[in-house]
């Protein structure tokens, strides 16, 4: 063995390819997405950091934010000993302002959002998505893109690819992603790491083992603090040295798990990637700088976010069979609204006329934010799988619809918000 083919390991051509998608400093790009001042400043993400409040942890910190020593999880205390507020920094003079950062509380529900706009790209992107949490996904990208050397250029084409992806996700949405690209989950999700934010590392199948060889233990997908402590005390500090450790010795202190981690560091994962779901709705939100009640003012948001809907469901291929509102009051009252119509459509004014309908019944309320939404989507099969640039002439075949079956018994685990035929449904939007 040459130490590079894995007993078992397909050829080059077969080998498949996985992206692995996270999103860099999620919730502060979330943050500079309606507050772009924030842009190339610390931001903190976290809670108790109101002068009294005195509690909470740092939920995440921007690059500029961690370059102080602020990172997830930490103490909020000691994130404003080693960062100061912008605000408290102008007030006293023995701080400097241009050594403090921006606080923000974490509006989860915001988050989310961005994060449906996300996966709906990736869907778009790739047939097989792992949603793994709000702001990291595992994409298989076989049958879109290959392993093969762009002629004349030291790049694969999976390369391009990864970078198309990430480039929508910056155009479209607006917020900065590390892609990983690599033969198998692990290793794509240690190279998705490596180079962030903004990074894309590709790992192509015959160099994972020379990758993963100096990672640090650590970083070893599935190694926690506990493990890595126990790792180094046998001696064992980067991927490689647990690459090369004997196996039979990793079981013995760690049982099973010795065995996957002994795998993972010599890139051998076979775990596929399995689905988690389609997009079954698009939906758009809109909050209002002061809550109003000022029924045209209402109006003229719904008609907007109504027309970004449908244009976006069309854009998509995407018919519905179900259009819907949320309302949301003060202080933070969600009220959502929806009708299914008989039959799927692409029909933007009916859009507008049922959102604006299921709307009136809150005439008289004080809003804070509202929202569209469209729901039971199926698509046009043929023009699924069309990306620009990106032509997969095999997969215009299949049948993508999708939300189908009886209620209870939806294809999307995600949905939350089922709605019966005729029936106007309160729940959650997403
Ligand atoms: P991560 O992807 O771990 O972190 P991140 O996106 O903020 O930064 P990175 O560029 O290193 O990927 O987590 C995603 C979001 O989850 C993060 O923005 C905030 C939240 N989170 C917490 O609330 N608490 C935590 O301890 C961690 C790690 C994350
Ligand atoms: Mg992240």
Redesign the pocket.
């Known amino acids: 063995m040459d130490g590079r083919t894995l007993p078992g390991a397909r050829s080059n051509a077969e080998e498949r390819i996985v992206l692995h998608v ?7 790009s979330c943050e500079r997405l309606r507050e772009p001042a924030l842009e190339g400043e610390p931001v903190v ?1 976290g809670m108790g950091y109101e002068p009294g409040e005195g509690h909470g942890a740092v ?2 910190a921007s690059y500029e934010a961690r370059e102080y020593g602020v990172e ?2 930490q103490a909020i205390s000691r994130a404003l000993e080693a960062l100061p507020r912008i605000e408290d920094a102008r007030e006293d003079d023995s701080l400097d302002p241009a050594d403090a950062g921006h606080y923000r509380p974490v509006d989860m529900d915001f988050y989310k959002e961005v994060s449906a706009q996300i996966k709906e790209i990736l869907h778009e992107c790739a047939d097989v998505v792992r949603e793994v ?4 996904a595992y994409l298989d990208v076989t049958d879109r893109t290959s392993w093969e050397t762009v002629e004349g250029a030291d790049r694969t084409l999976a390369e391009g690819y990864a970078r198309h992806v990430r480039d929508r996700i910056a155009r479209e949405v607006g917020v900065p992603a590390s892609i990983g690209v690599a033969p198998d989950m692990s290793t794509a999700k240690v190279a998705s790491d490596y180079d ?2 903004e990074g894309l590392v590709v790992v192509r199948p015959s160099e994972v083992r020379d990758f993963l060889a100096p990672i640090d233990v650590a970083d070893v997908h599935g190694v926690g603090p506990v493990t890595a402590r126990e790792l180094r005390e046998m001696g064992i500090e980067t991927a490689g040295d647990l690459a090369s450790a004997d196996p039979a010795e990793l079981r013995s202190r760690f049982g099973e798990r010795g065995r996957e981690l002994y795998d993972r560091a010599r890139g051998a994962d076979d775990r596929e990637v399995t689905p988690t779901g389609r997009p079954k709705s698009l939906s758009r939100e809109s909050a209002f700088t002061e809550a109003t009640a000022d029924a045209e003012r209402k109006r003229e948001k719904v008609r907007a976010l109504a027309a970004d809907v449908a244009e976006r469901a069309r854009t998509r291929d995407a018919l519905y069979r179900t259009i819907g509102v949320k309302v949301v009051t003060p202080p933070f009252d969600v009220h959502t609204r929806a009708r299914s119509l008989s039959g799927p459509v692409d029909d933007p004014e009916l859009v507008e006329r049922v959102a604006l309908d299921l709307l009136s019944e809150f005439d008289d309320e004080t809003v804070r934010k509202l929202g569209v939404r469209v729901s039971k989507l199926s698509f046009d099969a043929a023009d699924q799988s069309r990306l620009d640039g990106w032509g997969d002439e095999s997969a215009g075949d299949e049948d993508e619809t999708i939300g189908e079956g009886t209620d209870g018994e939806e294809v999307i685990p995600t949905d939350r918000d089922r709605h019966r035929d005729g029936q106007a449904s309160l729940g959650e939007f997403g």
């Open positions: 996270d999103m860099d400093c999620f919730y502060a993400v939920a995440t997830s999880a949490s709000v702001d990291e962030k934010p």
